[in-house]
Every structure is written in structure tokens, then in C-alpha cells.
């Protein structure tokens, strides 16, 4: 059963960039069976699309955030990466990694909060 | 965009009762690329259905999906304790989007 796993800080600064690893366990990023996602939902509200990629590194992000998100994948360590620049409260969520478009397996999430 | 919008916001059902909720999409689903998710309070989200009717793994058959096009609907034939939740319906045929959920609490 696959699992994933996010780590990073749980508080950053406004203006700085928010950083996350997801690292997947009991399945191969490199299988291409899956792109594998990032979404977030700030306290107490729904969801949000963040992106998604590919393990050859081809990536889609949401509209709205395009500016300001990079997505990017090491196969060799089994991980992928979320760098949100330039962030506000607004940013302040639960940040999920995913397997899947219809995300079919979650890591149990981490809350960043942004705040001086 | 896809603006996907749930009804009701609150479901109020007793266990054993049936519920159904419904996701219309501002623009036509491509391919029935749309999915239902329940999300308990400090969990993420699972996969209840993908593809508007196909259930996915380790889901009760209680739980189906329908629709195409603009309109979907998830029904929970008969409520167990363990169904209230917030459900979430998704669209991933274009820019995946989310609705803003609808609470099933018990009445």
C-alpha cells in the first residue's frame, strides 16, 4: 500500500517561499502509473488545486497560482517538491501531497502557517 | 475554469436514511472526469468515486455515483455512523477544481 509523507517548515515568514517534500513509500514515483499532486485547504474552508507532476517532470499548476508555484520530482529519492513563493496569510492551509489526479492515496497533511 | 457548485450545503439525515447529494458543473465535465471525496475533521480527504460512477478501492457499495455533462450526484443508500462527513465533489478533465463541500450531520 502506497504512502506518502509531507515534511517541511510549519511556519514561514510573508515574503518568503513555503517549502515541501512529499516522500512516497511502497510504490515507485518512477512507475509513470500516476501524476502525483499537491493541494492545500486553508483552516476551516474546502479545497484547493495546487499542481501535479509527472516522474518525467512535466507539470500542470493551477491558474491562479501559476506565478508564484514550482513542482518538481527526484526519483531517486522517491520524492517530489512544492515551493510556493512570495506568501501571504492567505497561503496559511494544510498543505496535502497526493497520488493521482482523482487522488486515490493522501499523506495525512501539514499545516503551514504564515505569520512574522 | 470549472466552477463546480455542491447542494445542499447541509444534509441533516438519521442513520439508515438515504442521502444524495448533488454537483453542477459551470461547463460541460470532459469525459466524466469528475470524482467524490469524504473528508472527517483532522483526516484528508478519500477517494470515494472517480470517473462520476465508479467506485474506488475498498469502497461499500453503498456509495454511488451518477451524472455526466453538468450534473452528478453521489448517493449513500443507507447511512452508517460512520458516513457524516463533509463530502467533496471534483472535476479533473481541465484544471481540476473543487466544490465547497456539503456537510452530512446527523439529525
Known amino acids: 500500500q502506497v504512502q506518502l509523507q509531507e515534511s517541511g517548515p510549519g511556519l514561514v515568514k510573508p515574503s518568503q517561499t513555503l517549502s515541501l517534500t512529499c516522500t512516497v513509500s511502497g510504490g515507485s514515483i518512477s512507475s509513470g502509473d500516476y501524476y502525483w499532486s499537491w493541494i492545500r485547504q486553508p483552516p476551516g474552508k474546502g479545497l484547493e488545486w495546487i499542481g501535479y507532476?509527472?516522474?518525467?517532470?512535466?507539470?500542470y499548476y493551477n491558474p491562479s497560482l501559476k506565478s508564484r508555484v514550482t513542482i518538481s520530482v527526484d526519483t531517486s529519492k522517491n520524492q517530489f517538491s512544492l515551493k510556493l513563493s512570495s506568501v501571504t496569510a492567505a497561503d496559511t492551509a494544510v498543505y496535502y501531497c497526493?497520488?493521482?489526479?482523482?487522488?486515490?492515496?493522501w499523506g495525512q497533511g501539514t499545516l503551514v502557517t504564515v505569520s512574522s | 475554469e470549472i466552477v463546480l457548485t455542491q447542494s445542499p450545503g447541509t444534509l441533516s439525515l438519521s442513520p439508515g436514511e438515504r442521502a444524495t447529494l448533488s454537483c453542477r458543473a459551470s461547463?460541460?465535465?470532459?469525459?466524466?472526469?469528475l470524482a467524490w471525496y469524504q473528508q472527517k475533521p483532522g483526516q484528508a480527504p478519500r477517494l470515494l468515486i472517480y470517473g462520476a460512477s465508479s467506485r474506488a478501492t475498498g469502497i461499500p457499495d453503498r456509495f454511488s455515483g451518477s451524472g455526466s455533462g453538468t450534473d452528478f450526484t453521489l448517493t449513500i443508500s443507507r447511512l452508517e455512523p460512520e458516513d457524516f462527513a463533509v463530502y467533496y465533489c471534483q472535476q479533473y478533465g481541465s484544471s481540476p477544481t473543487f466544490g465547497q463541500g456539503t456537510k452530512v450531520e446527523i439529525k
Open positions: 461547463q460541460s465535465v470532459s469525459s466524466s472526469y
Open positions: 507532476i509527472y516522474y518525467s517532470g512535466s507539470t
Open positions: 497526493a497520488r493521482g489526479v482523482a487522488a486515490s492515496n
